[in-house]
């Protein structure tokens, strides 16, 4: 899946432009009213969420608005203490954690040639790298 720089934007710069892969949402209120909307109109619609410390989680709309949705809301229900959220978007599909900036960059990466790095790593205090996973929140998962 190809992206260009025209298929990545934030939520609140076109709020007529239905959600769909390659949205991004910043902390900003129009971008909490669209992905309030999300949660209404499309409640499992995958919202994709990177955060700096924790591993990526793939979460329903629905369960995102459910208890508060600013950075700090999601650092408390799905990160770890101290941590940040580093990106939200609509995810591709349930399964898939690579969010549209890093879909693009990986493109370009594969057209110039070069070897693939892994898009998905924690990184300990120490510096080191290691493959991360993803968790992902459904709302039909038991609370």
Do not use: Q
């Amino acid at each position: 899946m190809a992206l260009s720089r025209s298929d990545l934007w934030l939520a609140c710069e076109e709020p007529e432009r239905p959600l769909a892969y390659g949205a991004c949402f910043c902390d900003c209120p129009a971008c909490a009213v669209a992905l309030e909307a999300a949660g209404d109109r499309e409640p499992d619609m995958p919202i994709g969420i990177k955060f700096g410390l924790a591993e990526r989680c793939i979460v329903d709309a629905e369960v995102v608005v459910a208890d508060g949705f600013s950075a700090d809301d999601l650092v408390r229900r799905f990160g770890e203490e101290g941590d940040w959220v580093r990106e939200v978007w609509v995810a591709a599909s349930p399964d898939d954690c690579m969010s549209p900036g890093e879909r693009r960059l990986f493109g370009l990466i594969e057209e110039a040639g070069l070897p693939l790095p892994e898009h998905n790593v924690l990184v300990s205090e120490d510096g080191t790298c290691r493959p991360a996973g993803v968790r992902r929140v459904a709302r039909t998962d038991p609370a």
